[in-house]
């Protein structure tokens, strides 16, 4: 038996509300699986399965357990053998003799930061990476309320499980994008709100996924409705608020939706409620003279689209060069969950909600 | 005439270490319960760094008297006392001299509580003198502290200041366990605000400075040496937290893990040499319960593993001081060292 015990998030963490189990009693669960969502006063987060096998719930939903307390035991697949430790199937320390040296302390810290030992140059004896070299990479936020680290740890854990344990794939096209321009020279609300690229973007995204169900989802369920994340760059880091229910909302209210949640995010004032839940996630770095980039998907979730800047560009149309707007998009996606074929259409899908925005806003 | 038994919230006195050592002894002479102080010396000379300095004149042969120069015997005798339900309180001259009377110590004393079911306690004090860095050469100048934190049924102590001699010493004529206690020479005559009432437990170190980029755990006379070194790196904007243990055995292991979460770097300093010294025992610890915590390999500021000579520019080669601690820390903040 492995016992699934609840996980420290942040240094502050002492307890957690089992929120809801995504698997069921006697199911069978992969390794990385998400098995159950855990509240914490800072954030929603996943649990993952650390062995594959027959799991068996310990932890009611809605109960408030200590760390460490045992929230589920999984029984490995194979009778009888035993299922191989977390500890025994990481690779040696030294097995590549690449590794990167570093203090225990700067371990602990690049692992509760989410960075990677190896992108970073040890200003220690002998090129050691210390604390200080983290430090100067994500300093800690300490300037606000205690609330802050244990928000941005819990994001960082999230993007290193993901990455570690996402397989995936990258999709990218440059679209079409005449009827975004259009639509964003022609958007004016009554109230005299901006409408920006993004507001557009998260319509496109969100009907295109009523196109493409198949990336809209969390924890290898399809989702019924889209609640899409957005990813917003603050001064402690990326944080993902979530825009509910996107596919009922009219442009002015995706835009106020939108205003909000940024404003809160970049105050640090985001409610827990905020960030969790997101189905999809947008991240829109068209501000920037980016075209591509691929993005980590953020478990559970199944895919995150990333768009580039909106430019004009040439471009061959029968025959003739001609100057059109054009928009990167690239959609990372969860293998597991879908493949690229899928993002294929999404991003298809997308082209065509991009041009027939004008008519449909 | 001295107040024995002043209640605690009494003026402060100032008192050298050696007298607030003297007054405690004076204070549990004068209370009236079966006690005796047995050492070389201690009678009518007053000791030969004066501690029990005017005791045999108020409380006579009864309760402090001149021991024979046999360590083992005044030990032994004590311990016999102490089961007998006299408690007894020993000088060792040098600190160096305890080897004499370890049979006594380690397999006697340490042993008859357990070894009796519990029947028998022995409340016994064996305080001596460290009398290091004073050219006395290498078999009067040892820091032998460590043997004693090695042995299961002893507790350690060895204060730094006046106020932690007067209230540590309280709370060993209180003890019902065997207890080294633990002078430094070299602080007797350091002078301090001792509050009279006030004991110290056994057990709880004093953070004497806090500080975030580096801790130092000093033990006796080194935590002035870790202070000195403090201000020193102060002025180069080094923050250090100078914690001293106070005791070794009970070990206050919490209030210097607490500082290494904090600072993620730590020196241990103390006279003893450096093989298998309190450092030593303090490097593991950290690594057992604090390894996510260490930025830097444990440092261990301490003598050398030589006899100490008694050569004065050979024994100040030997000591640790503040300059080694500065360096210790240097060496831990991978900073570069400073023109000296």
Known sequence: MVAVTLPQLSLSMEEGKVLRWLVGDGDRVEAGQPIVEIETDKATIEVEAPEQGVIRLVAAEGAMLAVETTLAEIAPTAAGEPAPSRAAAAPPANANGGRPVASPAARRLAAERGIDLSTIRGSGPGGRIVARDLERLAPAPASSPAERPGLREAVTANIVASWQRIPHIQIGGELAAEGLAEARRRASLPSGEKVTVTDLLILAAVRALADVPELNGAAGRRAERVHLSLAVATQDGVVAPVIRDAGELSLAQVTRERARLVGAAREGALDPHDLAGGTFTLSNLGAYPVDFFSPVVSGPQVAMLATGRLAEKPVAIDGMLAIRHRLWANVAIDHRAADGETGARFLAALERRLEELPNRI | ?340
């Not at chain 2, 042993?111 to 022995?122: E, P, Q």
């Not at chain 2, 000195?228 to 100078?242: P, Q």
């Not at chain 2, 000579?309 to 050979?314: D, E, R, T, W, Y």
């Not at chain 2, 820390?329 to 000296?340: F, G, I, P, Y």
Request: with cysteine; proline share 6%; net charge negative.
């Open chain 2, 1 to 340: 005439m001295t107040e024995a038994g002043t209640a605690a919230g009494s003026e402060l006195l100032e008192l050298t270490m050696g007298e607030a050592i003297n007054r405690a002894l004076d204070e549990a002479f004068a209370a009236g319960e079966p006690i005796m102080h047995l050492g070389q010396d201690i009678g009518p000379h007053g000791g030969t760094f004066g501690v029990t300095r005017g005791l045999w004149d108020r409380y006579g042969d009864e309760v402090i008297r001149d021991g024979p120069l046999c360590e083992s015997a005044t030990v032994g005798f004590a311990i016999g006392l102490a089961i007998s339900g006299v408690r007894a309180v020993v000088e060792i001259e040098f600190f160096d001299f305890v080897g004499v009377a370890m049979d006594q110590i380690f397999n006697q004393a340490a042993k008859l509580h357990y070894f009796t079911g519990g029947k028998l306690t022995v409340p016994l004090v064996i305080r001596t003198p460290i009398v290091a860095r004073m050219g006395m050469g290498p078999q009067h100048s040892q820091s032998l502290e460590a043997w004693f934190m090695h042995i299961p049924g002893l507790k350690v102590a060895l204060p730094s200041g006046p106020a932690d001699a007067y209230g540590l010493m309280r709370s060993a004529l209180r003890d019902v366990n065997p207890i080294l206690f633990i002078e430094n020479v070299r602080l007797y005559g350091r002078r301090g605000p001792v509050e009279p009432g006030r004991s110290v437990p056994f057990g709880k170190a004093r953070v004497l400075r806090e500080g975030d980029d580096a801790t130092v755990v000093a033990l006796s006379g080194m935590v002035h040496e870790a202070l000195a070194a403090a201000d020193t790196l102060a002025e180069r904007g080094i923050s250090v937290e100078v914690i001293d243990p106070r005791t070794i055995a009970p070990l206050d292991m919490e209030t210097i893990l607490a500082s290494l979460r904090k600072t993620m770097h730590l020196a241990v300093a103390h006279d003893a040499h450096r093989t298998g010294g309190f450092g030593a025992e303090i490097a593991a610890r950290c690594m057992e319960e604090g390894f996510d915590f260490l930025d830097a390999p444990v440092e261990r500021v301490a003598a050398l593993d030589v006899p100490i000579p008694c050569a004065p520019n050979a024994m100040a080669a030997v000591y640790p001081d503040a300059a080694s601690v500065v360096a210790a820390v240097e060496r831990l903040l991978a900073l570069e060292t400073a023109d000296r």
